[in-house]
């Protein structure tokens, strides 16, 4: 059995990783499948932070009403049941002693799903009897408000000759800045989808939440997922350079179908992305050979 070793190094945070929390995800014998492999290249690595900036921030008004001790917060939270029940965790309260209305989101992708003015808010109109509201400022929401998280990716895959992806090693660092927030989640998630839409028989996955000193990441379009998409495709692109192969027909080679397995053990259902790189194909002028155009999901 012969085949090719494509990946490399991105390097670790410059920050100390005081706590990690690792999420591991294994399929198969990677490691006998990388031995069978001959040749390293370098994988690319993504690293970036980008502010969420979805209006004037959370608005929240709490209220303390009059019978009992409910709490009644009107919230454009995205996720209201969850914000209800992590503030309730918070403040160490019964979930039944608050009442929550959700309004307008307006823009979320993530970004009002923190739940952090709810329960300040809470507590203030408990303690006051008063209502209260509380209100991001436009600079408050650039300084105290999440992050996308930075990330460093290290992707080492085992490829045959005729293009076969047969293992994959992945090892994540996750920049969940000071505070985990929504981190682990998303790094949950990018396990999850750090091999792309792509059947590979053997896979090791490592991601660490790391502590830094820097803004709090949480979630923000994909969550974990658009990091991971970006670094599997340039893996495939760097595949396909290294070996000599067209890019598209690494693709569909190894594009997964219906029956297959996930590193998540999940069976795949509905398929379509080999339908989908054939119509995008012909869009863009790209010719495919009979046989690939015959693959079906």
Not at 17 to 44: C, I, K, M, N, S
Not at 104 to 121: C, M, N, R, S
Not at 204 to 210: A, N, Q
Not at 231 to 239: K, N, W
Request: aromatic share 6%.
């Amino acid at each position: 059995m012969t085949g090719l070793l494509v990946g490399g190094v991105s390097g670790p945070l410059e920050t100390n990783p005081e706590v990690p929390g690792a999420v591991p995800e294994t399929l198969g014998d990677v490691v006998r499948l990388r031995l069978a492999a001959a040749a390293t290249v370098a994988a690319p690595k993504v690293e970036g932070r980008v502010a969420e900036v979805v209006g004037l921030g959370v608005g929240v008004r709490g209220l303390r009403a009059a019978v009992g001790e409910l709490v009644t917060v009107h919230t454009n939270t995205q996720a209201l049941y969850f914000s209800l029940d992590n503030t309730a965790i918070i403040l160490q309260i019964d979930p039944a002693r608050l009442h929550f209305k959700g309004g307008t989101v307006g823009g979320g992708f993530g970004g009002k799903v923190d739940v952090i003015t709810e329960p300040i808010a809470t507590l203030a109109a408990m303690k006051t009897g008063r209502p209260v509201r509380y209100v991001y400022s436009r600079e408050e929401e650039m300084r105290v408000s999440s992050t996308r998280s930075a990330n460093r990716i290290r992707i080492v895959d085992g490829v045959m000759n005729d293009g076969r992806i047969v293992s994959r090693e992945v090892t994540t660092w996750h920049d969940a800045g000071a505070y985990s927030r929504h981190s682990p989640y998303g790094a949950t998630k990018h396990a999850a989808n750090v091999c792309g839409p792509y059947t590979i028989p053997n896979v090791s996955i490592d991601v660490h939440c790391v502590y830094t000193n820097r803004q709090p990441a949480s979630a923000f379009r994909g969550f974990g997922v658009t990091e991971a998409s970006f670094a599997t495709e340039m893996q495939m692109d760097r595949i396909a350079r290294t070996i000599g192969a067209d890019p598209w027909e690494l693709r569909l080679r190894n594009a997964y179908k219906n029956g297959d397995e996930r590193p998540y053990r999940k069976t795949v259902e509905d398929a379509t992305l080999i339908e989908t790189i054939q119509a995008a194909a012909s869009l863009v002028g790209h010719e495919l050979s009979p046989e690939l155009q015959e693959l079906r999901s």
